[in-house]
């Protein structure tokens, strides 16, 4: 079982950044996870962000997001980071991580096993 609570949201500029944290706690080791950022806006469903595979020697990004966010990792610290640059309006959603038993990285919601319970950015223009 992996316990997951995000940080690091708020209220921020367009052009602005952030650094969203995902902390993992519980009695599996999580570098057995890869780990994943989704995005929940009103009235739409989680969209993919970005996935980071066990080792954190791999990584995949939205197309929305390419360039502009990094996620990483420190297994050690049982830590997982989404930095966010270049935040514009449609950035603004609740941003959450999850954690899922693979090998790669996973960019299907439905395929991640624990999940957090979210932090809110919203970018204003």
């Known amino acids: 079982q992996v316990h997951l609570v995000e940080s690091g949201g708020g209220l921020v500029q367009a052009g602005g950044s952030l650094r969203l944290s995902c902390a993992a706690s519980?009695?599996?080791?999580?570098?057995?996870?890869?780990v994943g950022w989704f995005r929940r806006a009103p009235g739409q469903e989680h969209e993919f962000v970005a996935a980071?595979?066990?080792?954190?020697?791999?990584?995949e990004y939205a197309d929305s997001v390419k360039g502009r966010f990094t996620i990483s990792r420190d297994n050690a610290k049982k830590m997982v980071y989404l930095q966010m640059n270049s935040l514009k309006p449609e950035d603004t959603a609740v941003y959450y991580c999850?954690?899922?038993?693979?090998?790669?990285?996973?960019?299907?919601?439905?395929?991640?096993?624990?999940w957090g319970q979210g932090t809110q950015v919203t970018v204003s223009s």
């Open positions: 980071i595979n066990r080792s954190g020697g791999g990584a």
């Open positions: 999850a954690a899922g038993r693979s090998y790669g990285t996973i960019k299907v919601a439905f395929d991640y096993e624990h």
């Open positions: 519980g009695r599996t080791s999580f570098k057995n996870y890869a």
